[in-house]
């Protein structure tokens, strides 16, 4: 199969979000307008790196939103030109005039920064700066400049700036040489310049960023007996406003709290801390109580260095979508109260997203919020998804027995609808919301395919058409004296097997059929069987080794995810071991042992096409793969925590992911795009599940909650309120009228998805603002509440005749 004319290369790639990074911003906003005072920024940049400069100086960098009021989405870009809303006009100068030559402390500026330039070998930039900064040819010339960093127009004593000498302050802005060496090679070079000023070797060439690089922005901080009075101030101002702007203004509790303590806390201001955070904690939403109990541990420095989440929280901008009044009053209050602490944590660690209109309701807000960084922005769910089902295969559907003898009888054809899944006749036409078919090579039908493809269609139609008036049979799977530890469990799609995974690291495959599981016969015996015979497929399996139970050994650690093939040949296992295995299930045997995973594997799951699987784990990172590939196809690269579940679209074009950050993403197969992200959880996700027609995605978390998703507007459409527990399996009926949910407390819970969906009304104006307007129907939408004894429910699954099958271990 060639998978360079789909794109689809079999070499690892990583693919990460789609922002623009500071470096990109400043090569395509700093190059033009470069003179003295962006010399002289660079300059303070790395004085204040090396902790040259006081908290007056500061003030001077700091950063401000334009005042066109287009928010943070566009303010952030160029926040490093403006000033403070204490400081008036003063601050950086963004002119374009040529700056007179200036007293000799600009002049040492200017040329410690030429001498860096120059030393970086980006003669270009430099030339530009001389020449903009009217500066003699020979200022370049490191004859003009004596040891002490004094030139041409310089006073012989005025090679001291601020008690430093030039060449001290060189060296602070002078980056080691492995950083510059990985900086980009451009030669519209200023950005190369900024890129080795600001990145440090370890963020520039590693995936994880440095700690200390991370850490350090909590060093610029102001008063910390002030803090108090900073927080005290803006609550009192947010709960004075109205009460429409009141909801939204609160949002910016939580991220302000959670970086006002750590700044505390990393300047060893811990008794100032415990107080601020004794004192506000009960202020913040109930959905943040276990990230405050995370963060009430972290009480000194030591404690930050190698905290996943504070790494996680730090490194990406907390999202809030806020309308455009509101964050003007917010801006006016700011600007008019001097409040340059607050404004700066805004800057530089939130990303508010501004749209024009109403403001939302505290509902709306609180259905959309939860995960640990804040909402997604509307433009991460803007791309183009085909949501649509693949044109399924012409294949032509034999007469029963039954048929035979009704046109015997009646000697002439008996007129029947022709057998076939209601499904699939309506994916006979093009889906005008489908991928083309082409758009991933996907693997040919085999003839043992097509066989199956027909018994599929037989059974379809004496499938039970289910309602509120029709509710499913349920069997009930459990293990008993399940000692090992069930962690997971799947069901073959003709409902033939039933295997488990177990934290004592084996895997158990169990037929639920009267027929035997059976290994192929060895080699020399398979030599002696006539291939022409027609159970040719019976004579090579050893009766032998025929028993209902066969064990998997390999893994050397807990396996908590498995997966059977379409086609029920293969068993995919993943495990705390960091591999995914390939199971035969002819052989009983491991063919393959995937290894890209460095930690725990949580889930992994076959394409509905088979050949394709997806992994995700501890590492933060989704791959996929290809049964024929050592190495992954993709890697999705975005969450902020742990991927505790994957599931593949029904067109096997996209993956979707939920993770411990509380989000869920939608990633493309085709180029590794992420093109959704639902935000709305309160807890860690645990199941995923698309509708059959592949418009909706049902997901259920910690939180007790199934949520469901509109994929093509990126839109949360519903919630469905009734679990108490986890809910670790979603399953949709097969014809799609059902919901089944089964949870940690011990209930299997039926719900009207046809209701659900049919009431959802999705007009051009929520589609662009993002607000939504849920009902409170769960108990209208709730059909069944099924509960067992004391089994808790970790798997669902409709057979081809819409019967409910559901596993799960006893709990004594």
Not at 490 to 505: E, Q, R
Not at 682 to 694: D, E, T, V, W
Request: aromatic share 10%; charged share 25%; hydrophobic share 35%.
């Amino acid at each position: 199969m060639n998978f360079k004319k789909a794109g689809l290369d079999s070499c690892p790639l990583t693919l990460g979000s789609t922002d623009q990074s500071e470096g990109s911003i400043l090569r395509s906003r700093w190059f033009p307008f470069f003179n003295f005072a962006h010399a002289q920024f660079i300059f303070k940049m790395a004085a204040v790196q090396g902790g040259m400069v006081d908290a007056k100086d500061e003030l001077d960098i700091k950063s401000e939103p334009p005042s066109d009021g287009f928010g943070n989405s566009n303010a952030n870009d160029g926040r490093l030109l403006s000033s403070s809303p204490g400081a008036g006009t003063g601050g950086t100068a963004t002119g374009n005039n040529k700056p007179a030559p200036g007293p000799p402390e600009e002049q040492q500026t200017l040329l410690a920064v030429l001498q860096f330039l120059k030393k970086s070998k980006l003669a270009e930039s430099a030339e530009i700066l001389r020449r903009e900064a009217g500066l003699p040819e020979d200022a370049l010339d490191p004859k003009g400049t004596d040891a002490s960093g004094s030139g041409p127009g310089l006073a012989a004593g005025s090679g001291q700036v601020d008690g430093v000498d030039a060449s001290s302050l060189l060296s602070r802005v002078t980056v080691s040489s492995s950083a510059a060496a990985q900086a980009p090679k451009k030669d519209s070079s200023l950005a190369a310049c900024f890129y080795s000023l600001s990145a440090s070797p370890a963020a520039a060439g590693e995936d994880q960023p440095d700690v200390s690089v991370v850490l350090s922005a909590y060093s610029q901080q102001g008063d910390p007996s002030l803090y108090d009075a900073y927080y005290s101030g803006l609550k009192r101002f947010i709960e004075s406003v109205l009460d429409c702007h009141r909801a939204e203004l609160s949002q910016l509790f939580y991220p302000l709290f959670v970086h006002m303590y750590l700044e505390l806390v990393y300047n060893n201001n811990e008794s100032v801390a415990k107080a601020f955070f004794e004192k506000f904690s009960g202020d913040q939403e109930c959905y943040y109580e276990q990230d405050l109990r995370i963060l009430s541990s972290l009480t000194k420095k030591e404690h930050m260095k190698g905290n996943e989440t504070l790494l996680d929280f730090r490194t990406s901008k907390f999202v809030l979508r806020i309308s455009r009044d509101s964050y003007q009053l917010l801006k006016r209050h700011l600007q008019e109260r001097q409040n340059n602490q607050i404004w700066n944590i805004i800057q530089e660690h939130l990303y508010i997203d501004i749209f024009d209109g109403m403001p939302r309701s505290k509902s709306q807000i609180d259905a959309m919020s939860g995960s640990l960084a804040g909402e997604a922005r509307r433009e991460a769910n803007k791309a183009k998804v085909f949501y649509g089902l693949l044109k399924e295969p012409e294949i032509e559907l034999p007469l029963d027995d039954e048929d035979e003898e009704a046109e015997n009888e009646e000697g002439k054809p008996k007129k029947k609808k022709p057998k076939k899944d209601s499904m699939g006749s309506k994916s006979k036409k093009q889906d005008p919301n489908a991928p083309l078919q082409t758009r991933i090579p996907l693997p040919e039908l085999k003839d043992s395919d097509k066989l199956d493809k027909i018994m599929y269609m037989k059974e379809s139609t004496k499938r039970i058409r289910l309602g509120s008036d029709n509710l499913p049979s349920i069997c009930f799977y459990t293990f008993l004296n399940a000692y090992q530890g069930l962690t997971a469990v799947d069901v073959t799609d003709d409902s033939s097997l039933i295997a488990g995974g177990f934290a004592d690291s084996t895997v158990r495959v169990w037929s639920v059929t009267p027929k035997k599981l059976r290994k192929v016969k060895s080699a020399a015996d398979l030599n002696l069987i006539d291939k022409e015979s027609d159970d040719v497929l019976e004579r090579i399996m050893d009766e032998k080794t025929a028993s209902e139970l066969k064990i998997l050994y390999g893994h050397s650690g807990p396996v908590y995810g498995i997966s059977f093939s379409p086609d029920r040949n293969y068993l995919l296992s993943s495990s705390e071991d960091g591999t995914i295995r390939l199971w035969s299930l002819q052989t009983f045997t491991c063919l393959v042992g995937y290894k890209g995973h460095n930690y725990p594997v949580w889930d992994t799951q076959f394409s509905p096409y088979g050949y394709y699987f997806v992994s995700g784990g501890h590492d933060r990172v989704a791959r996929l793969w290809a049964t024929d590939h050592y190495q992954p196809l993709r890697i999705f690269a975005g969450h902020l925590a742990d991927i505790t579940c994957t599931r593949f679209h029904p067109n096997s074009n996209y993956v979707a992911t939920g993770s411990s950050d509380r989000t869920i993403r939608l990633w493309d197969v085709l180029n590794g795009n992420c093109v959704r992200i639902f935000t709305g959880h309160k807890g860690p996700i645990h199941a995923l599940a698309f509708s059959p027609n592949g418009k909706f995605l049902a997901s259920g978390a910690t939180d007790g909650r199934v949520l469901l998703w509109d994929i093509g507007h990126g839109l949360m459409v519903g919630e469905l309120k009734g679990h108490t527990d986890t809910i670790y399996s979603l399953r949709f009926s097969r014809d799609g009228e059902i919901l089944a949910s089964g949870s940690m407390d011990n209930t299997v819970r039926l719900w009207d998805a046809m209701k659900a969906f049919d009431d959802l009304e999705t007009d051009d104006f929520t589609a662009a603002t993002g607000h939504i307007h849920l009902q409170d129907n769960s108990q209208e939408l709730l059909l069944g509440t099924y509960m067992t004894k004391s089994t808790p429910v970790l798997h669902l699954h409709f057979t081809r005749r819409n019967l409910l099958l559901a596993a799960g271990a006893y709990n004594p």
